[in-house]
């Protein structure tokens, strides 16, 4: 790995930067909200603002938010939820349409 792009969210500094910098990984910071740039990313960030954190209603914590965006994430997002990229079929059947990769059912 030669380089690393990211948005600038803080998740990307901290105990990333140090390994990155000793490594010599170089990093390019995109501006915020830079769909041109980097589309996929942004796709993923709004479909999670309007399909999950939209609906959210637990506790505001951040560990109990956590497990709760996992387990939408693995189950519905990975699972059931059909995506335009892979022909309307989850990340799931994709994969086990595919064979790429032999999905436990």
Not at 69 to 94: A, D, F, I, M, Q
């Amino acid at each position: 790995m030669r380089a690393i792009q990211v948005d600038g969210g803080s998740e990307c500094y901290g105990e990333f930067e140090d390994p990155r910098k000793e490594y010599g990984i170089k990093l390019f910071v995109l501006p915020p909200r830079s769909p041109k740039l980097n589309g996929m990313v942004e796709r993923l960030n709004r479909t999670f603002r309007e399909e999950f954190w939209a609906h959210y209603e637990d506790e505001v914590d951040l560990a109990t938010m956590r497990f709760h965006l996992k387990r939408w994430t693995e189950e519905v997002y990975n699972r059931k939820r059909p995506h335009w990229s892979l022909g309307y079929r989850s990340p799931w059947e994709y994969l086990r349409d595919t064979g790429l990769v032999e999905c436990p059912t």
